[in-house]
């Protein structure tokens, strides 16, 4: 009796363990390997399902007209405040966006055109998220916009620990060439 209860013990304890095995690994992964939006469950690239538009998040006054906003001419990046490096204002200026109503954006710095992905926002913390083709350039914002649309402040979030990063971007027509073009010093 003894010799058969012991191989009943030893199935039913391998038997726990398996299924407990998921749980375990998902509680142990960090957090920045957790699926985000605008990816599937590998982390690859998807498009999202519906525009950012049709985004049940984005239904109020306020969030359609930031939306109205975002997609309008380009957004260049005419301050950029990194509390650990701060020669990256220089670096960073002249960066544009431009953001399509269908969740696609393109990118680039002194009007040539260094990347594109896709873009989402969420209208109830205002934040905006990039995933991107260019390195480095995934990212997500908490965003305000002035009354009129013409700037626009990004300030980093945790998700991708970038609170120390805050931008500033001016709505403009054009992309600019150069940094006399963006009325800044050379």
Not at 51 to 74: C, G, M, R
Not at 111 to 121: E, R, V
Request: hydrophobic share 35%; glycine share 8%.
């Amino acid at each position: 009796m003894k010799q058969l209860l012991f191989p009943v013990l030893i199935a039913l304890i391998l038997t726990a363990c398996q299924q407990n095995e998921p749980a375990t690994r998902q509680a142990a992964e960090p957090a920045a390997a957790r699926q985000l939006p605008g990816q599937d469950v590998e982390g690859q690239v998807r498009m999202a399902a519906r525009t950012p538009a049709e985004d049940p998040d984005n239904q109020s006054e306020e969030s359609k007209q930031y939306l109205q906003f975002l997609t309008s001419n380009y957004w260049v990046i005419t301050a950029w405040v990194e509390r650990f490096d701060p020669e990256l204002n220089r670096k960073n200026q002249g960066r544009y966006y431009k953001f399509n109503p269908d969740g696609t954006f393109v990118s680039g710095q002194w009007g040539k055109q260094t990347g594109s992905g896709t873009w989402t926002y969420n209208g109830r913390n205002r934040h905006l998220y990039l995933d991107s083709s260019a390195d480095g350039e995934d990212g997500e914002w908490r965003i305000q916009i002035n009354r009129d649309g013409s700037i626009m402040i990004w300030v980093g979030t945790e998700r991708f620990n970038t609170t120390h990063i805050q931008a500033r971007l001016e709505n403009l027509l054009f992309t600019p060439k150069n940094r006399k073009e963006l009325g800044l010093k050379d």
